[in-house]
């Protein structure tokens, strides 16, 4: 079980004309321990806010400071239109959660939970992604290190690959930086066995 | 104001948790009956029992708001019931007066909340409990909304206490077969048990954890209490009296509340309902909500919930459960905390108080929450 998500001291954005929605989002948003802004122009790049609500009916591209659906913070849509232009628009943003028009309250806490949730979980995927990434691109390396333990250790293929995996726990290094410093001269041509 | 004004009661005197529905309607028609002979008919009941049927309540909701023109109604007891029926008040821009202690995580604009949350109850408990009893509870609950949230808020607290929860074991709602249970209880020996079951269930399980402690002196209430958040007067004599003595509950208001205000109230409801009768939490509760609704009602000079509720956090107004003030931002009422102790003739012995506690449903405090401030009684 996750803990209670606490919110205390928090910033938040809301990205949306000031109306009626935005008061009651407001309220139910420093009920839950937000320090409140509220805005109908570009978000600073330089000074984000812990979390940002936007207006997906009428938000447009250049409203939030980046690019792509990679949202650096959690990002809530509020969304009166079904169009689906507008709900890709929102999920082109980044949005990790929809909050409805008209505001029911009860929606809010659990969106903000949720998009503080999966924004946490699409890091650490993208993380892991350029983690494996880094290591694909390596990959080449692993494999000339193991042809030449093969040529000096006269040793056949899985045997060298052996020796090179042996030598990376030994030093408690990824096998692709073992590679490089073997191919490199840094590190002595691992004995067989 | 010309017209009667009606206000819907919307409690379930059947089902799992009967004793609680009784109760709460006994003190609405209790406050109409006073409202009556101090205001005549300026405030008119529309009464609808639900039987414990979520349509029904569903239906009564809905007959209230649409057919009987209310803009109010005094009800609901589970949080089930509560959320089915605040989509229909906040269509028809009614208020839901809900009275009864729940799990928090809510704030609505269409409800008055004057039960308590976790931060009024099970708090203030685990600040009491865990210094006295340690810091290794078993956890058990009604597979419901109210057991789970209570009980992870419970893990929670223990986490953050350094703590240890040995056991967590749920039960439908009016199962009795608590003998499982028990015995895993008696094996792991935990510090104190947090009883978040209802009605039958939580009966039953007293009982048991009596038996057990009579065979084994580690289970009696002194070393190894049973704790809860919701257990009423009404309810002891369906444990048996003597069988549940010794056991704690939390609540904002006890029968034994020895104030000036309590002492009135005592009277007049014995003087309807004779001596015996124990006043519980949800009684003074659902008293306590009806009589607010309509004295504000009264007070506006219309039903109109916007000016009711901007009366209610304007100035606090006196209640059996003390001076109530409703946050405007929370919509609930600020409650003192009492820790009861079960005795032999029915009742509960106030053994510790705090007075009145602002209500935080999101636990925005908990982290920078200050230190105990519980003031020992006895």
């Not at chain 2, 510790?352 to 929450?369: F, G, K, N």
């Amino acid at each position: 079980m996750r803990e209670t998500p606490n919110f205390t001291g928090w910033r938040a954005t809301i990205l949306h004309r000031e109306d009626n929605t935005t008061e009651r989002l407001t309220r139910q948003l420093k009920l839950i321990g937000f320090q409140v802004t509220v805005q109908w122009q570009p978000l600073d790049a330089t000074d984000l806010p812990d979390i940002i609500l936007v207006d997906a009916d009428q938000g447009w591209d250049g409203l939030l400071p980046w690019s792509d659906e990679n949202a650096p913070r959690p990002l809530v849509a509020l969304l009166g239109s079904e169009a689906p232009g507008r709900i890709a628009w929102a999920m082109e943003q980044g949005t990790s959660a929809i909050i409805a028009k008209p505001l029911a309250s009860s929606a809010v806490y659990p969106a903000l939970v949720m998009a503080l949730g999966i924004h946490r979980e699409r890091k650490a995927v993208i993380d892991k992604l350029n983690h494996l990434e880094e290591r694909v691109r390596l990959r080449p390396l692993v494999h000339a290190a193991v042809e030449r333990i093969i040529a000096e250790r006269k040793v056949d293929e899985e045997l060298a690959y052996t020796i090179l995996r042996n030598c990376a726990m030994r030093r408690r290094m990824p096998m692709e930086q073992v590679a490089a410093s073997i191919l490199g001269g840094a590190e002595p041509m691992p004995e067989a066995g | 104001m010309n017209n009667t004004v009606k206000i819907g009661i919307l409690y379930s005197t059947t089902g799992p948790y009967a004793e609680i529905g009784r109760d709460a309607r006994d003190g609405a028609d209790f406050a109409i009956e006073e409202l009556r002979a101090t205001h005549g008919k300026a405030i008119e009941p529309v009464v609808i029992d639900p039987h414990a049927e979520i349509a029904a309540y569903l239906e009564g909701a809905r007959a209230m708001l649409r057919d009987h023109g209310c803009r109010h109604i005094v009800g609901t007891i589970t949080s089930l019931a509560r959320k089915e029926v605040i989509p229909l008040v906040e269509k028809h821009d009614g208020l839901l007066w809900y009275m009864c202690p729940y799990e928090g995580f809510e704030a609505n604009d269409n409800v008055i909340y004057t039960g308590g949350c976790p931060n009024q109850h099970l708090l203030p408990l685990f600040d009491y409990l865990i210094p006295r009893f340690g810091r290794r509870p078993y956890l058990v609950g009604a597979n419901y909304v109210w057991g789970w949230e209570m009980n992870r808020l419970a893990r929670e607290l223990i986490e953050d206490a350094g703590g240890e929860v040995l056991g967590e074991r749920y039960l439908p709602l009016e199962e009795t077969a608590v003998e499982r249970i028990v015995l895993d209880i008696e094996q792991r020996r935990p510090s104190f048990i947090l009883n978040n079951f209802i009605g039958p269930s939580s009966y039953a399980f007293l009982a048991a954890i009596r038996a057990l402690g009579a065979r084994n002196p580690a289970f009696l209430p002194e070393n190894c209490p049973v704790v809860s958040c919701d257990l009423q007067e009404s309810e002891l004599p369906h444990i048996g009296l003597g069988v549940a003595t010794g056991q704690l509950c939390a609540a904002a208001y006890f029968d034994t509340v020895a104030t000036p205000e309590n002492a009135v109230f005592k009277a007049q409801v014995a003087a309807k309902f004779g001596s015996q009768r124990r006043i519980s939490s949800v009684f003074a509760s659902a008293y306590a909500s009806v009589k607010l609704c309509a004295e504000a009602i009264i007070t506006a000079g219309t039903d109109d919930p916007m000016a009711v509720s901007r009366l209610l956090s304007a100035a606090p107004r006196p209640t059996v459960l003390g001076p109530i003030l409703i946050n405007p931002d929370t919509r609930h009422a600020a409650l003192p905390f009492h820790l009861g102790r079960i005795n032999d003739e029915g009742g509960f012995d106030i053994i510790a108080a705090q007075p009145a506690i602002a209500a935080d449903p999101y636990l925005t405090r908990r982290r920078a929450r200050p230190p105990e401030q519980l003031r020992v009684v006895s």
